[in-house]
């Protein structure tokens, strides 16, 4: 929720003041629907259902106090770069215990138990007015809990790099096809499968020392700050 009253701040100018906005440089959200909350059977939350305030996390609801076009698309970011919001986003749906898992239940295994994977990122119009994503991380925690996201190492290694690095390097894995023994059955009968795995990637940064460089120095491999 901290993440939707960030957006609702920067992105509507009836909220706060100029100046105050002008002072945010980079915002790192946790675990947040940044496109709403969608359950099994039900979807996206019901505007009518107040109780717990669970209506916020209605599209329609969001478009309002984030100042979008009504649709089913409330993760953009305007009036702030989307390059300088990161999106910590969750994957673990099992450790999420809240009303004896009905919640991750009902949220689903590509999950935290919560907030759907594909809800938990924004995207927007750069400088160009080209559409980018922003830049975001996947961490096997679960929305909360004893080993929810908040407080995990996970989280605080990706918040200091983000708010305090100067440098942004973007890795991509493609993975093909793999399915499961079970998903296979499924498409072989004629049925519908959609699977969620887990898979842990780790990228390291190259250093070279170059020749013409001091001694002790070092270069970053291509010498170009984004990657």
Same mark, same amino acid.
């Given at each position: ?12 100018? &009836? ?6 906005? !002008? ?12 496109? +709403? ?5 039900? #979807? ?20 309002? *106090?984030? @100042?979008?076009?009504? +649709? ?7 009036? $702030? ?7 910590? =986003?969750?994957? %673990?749906? #099992?450790? *999420?215990?809240? @009303? ?5 239940? +009902? ?5 935290? +138990?919560?907030?759907?994977?594909? %809800? ?8 160009? /007015? ?7 991380? $996947? ?5 909360? /809990?004893? *080993? /929810?996201? =908040?407080?995990?190492?996970?989280? *605080?290694? %990706?918040?200091? !790099? ?9 890795? $991509?894995?493609?993975?093909?096809? &793999?399915?499961? !023994? ?7 009968? /004629?049925?519908?499968?959609?699977? &969620?795995?887990? $898979? ?28």
């Amino acid at each position: 929720m901290g993440g939707l009253i960030c957006r609702a701040f920067l992105q509507n100018t &009836s909220l706060g003041s100029e100046d105050a906005r !002008r002072a945010v440089d980079k915002v790192f959200t946790y675990a947040t629907p940044h496109n +709403g909350i969608d359950m099994r059977i039900v #979807r996206n939350v019901p505007g009518w259902l107040s109780f717990g305030d669970a209506n916020n996390f209605n599209r329609e609801r969001m478009a309002g *106090y984030l @100042a979008l076009p009504t +649709g089913d698309d409330v993760s953009i970011v305007k009036n $702030f770069q989307p390059e300088r919001m990161f999106n910590l =986003v969750g994957t %673990n749906p #099992r450790d *999420y215990t809240v @009303a004896a898992g009905l919640s991750a239940w +009902g949220a689903g295994d590509a999950s935290d +138990g919560l907030v759907r994977i594909e %809800n938990a990122t924004t995207h927007g119009p750069d400088a160009n /007015g080209k559409d980018v994503p922003s830049p975001r991380a $996947f961490v096997n925690r679960s929305h909360s /809990g004893q *080993y /929810g996201i =908040v407080n995990s190492e996970e989280g *605080y290694q %990706n918040l200091t !790099r983000f708010l305090f690095g100067a440098l942004r390097a973007d890795g $991509f894995s493609t993975l093909t096809t &793999s399915l499961c !023994r079970l998903g296979i059955q499924g498409l072989k009968a /004629g049925k519908k499968v959609r699977s &969620s795995y887990q $898979f842990e990637d780790c990228r390291q940064r190259a250093w070279l020392p170059m020749a013409d460089d001091a001694p002790g120095n070092a270069r970053k491999l291509g010498d170009i700050p984004h990657v």
